[in-house]
């Protein structure tokens, strides 16, 4: 277990993913940060965005979350989010209706509309990056 | 006579029918407990995650947070009742009720005035039959409540929190009142103290384990700044002590309604078997009675051929 990260990437309901990875790449709100193994330990603010888990044997997993949080310690990485979806379980159309739906603007809060609008931005690229 | 046998035969079928619901809701419950425990399992590792980050943040930096800042004459409490949104579980959202007048007993001591928020419909009754003022109710969901539901409750939890004093709806502590599931058998009405939070550790009835003691927390960087992974951190810890109330509450039913279905059921038995005992006791009563009757009208008949003879 000393060669690779321990990931879990868990949403407030469940566990999305565990497993291990040989890196993580993340969207903090301060820009994108990747995790290797020994990285110094660290709690960040995730922003909606996409999240890739490099698994050992190669292949990529490609998650999309709502904001939460990145936290590294001793190469165990933990990501919470409260409502984060692996690429697999995305419904592209869904995730495009809700994105017109936010930009069109039904909600007279700034705030949320825009938050909409990164989440559902978030879904399709996760998907796109995944396929 | 037969007219009673009659009717005592309808009681005993009605109360076969009655046995036959009140089966099918046990094990319908004893089902439905399985996958409460499963859900409530599974946000627990989102909850232990959560509590070792807030531990974390608040060791390495000094905590003044307006979530953790207990207010100088506190004059308000809300107070989260959370209850069943239907009857049949025995005395499941009674002792929840009772639970949360003895609190609001006590906050009223302290010289606190109270503002209700009730989660699920038997709450909302309760609230109604006496006419008192409740702030907001969410109902619907009470077997199996969701993160979003959770979120909805915090968000309006914690913005009545950072009202300041004397503003419309202010609190200045939130209290949840839930039914703690213990075991299968026991569930304990539970009171706690949501806000201000306790960062220190995950007092008892928190939703993680605490990290162990002896695990030393590393020296954390914090990205953007303490402060602001705390800002994002509290608010989402509030959701998810709410969430784990809802859950422990969900499982807490079912286990109410699946213990008071099965001594419906047990009951159900019992008078079936008086019933039944009734029953023959009158079939016999009837029985006797008609032979004496034969026999006395013979016995006259015999008489009466006697004395004309």
Known sequence: ?131 | MAVSLREYRARIKSTESMKKITRAMELIAASRIIKAQQRAQAAAPYARELTRAVSAVATFSNVDHPLTREEENPKRAAVLVVTSDRGLAGAYSSSVLKEAERLAERLREEGKEIDWYITGRKGEAYFKFRSRPVVRVWTGFSDQPSYDVAAEIGHALIESFLKEQGEDGDVDEVHVVYTRFRSMLTQEPTAVRLLPLEVVEAEDGGPGEKPGASEVLPLYEFEPSPEAVLDGLLPQYVQSRIFFALLQAAASELAARQKAMKSATDNADELIKKYTRIANQARQAGITQEISEIVGGVNALADANAGSE
């Open chain 1, 1 to 131: 277990m000393a060669d690779n990260l321990q990931v879990e990437l868990v949403a407030a309901d469940r566990t999305v993913w565990s497993g291990e990875a040989t890196m993580v790449i993340a969207r903090t709100v301060e820009g994108d940060v990747g995790v290797l193994r020994g990285h110094a330990p660290m709690l960040s603010l995730l922003t909606e965005a996409v999240v890739e888990i490099a698994e050992v044997d190669g292949d990529v997993v490609v998650a999309a979350v709502d904001g939460g949080f990145l936290s590294v310690a001793n190469d165990r990485v933990s990501i919470l989010s409260e409502r984060s979806v692996l690429a697999s379980e995305i419904n592209v159309d869904e995730a495009r209706a809700e994105l017109e739906a936010a930009r069109s603007g039904e909600l007279d809060v700034p705030d949320e509309t825009e938050r909409r609008i990164r989440l559902a931005e978030a879904r399709i690229r996760a998907v796109e990056k995944a396929s």
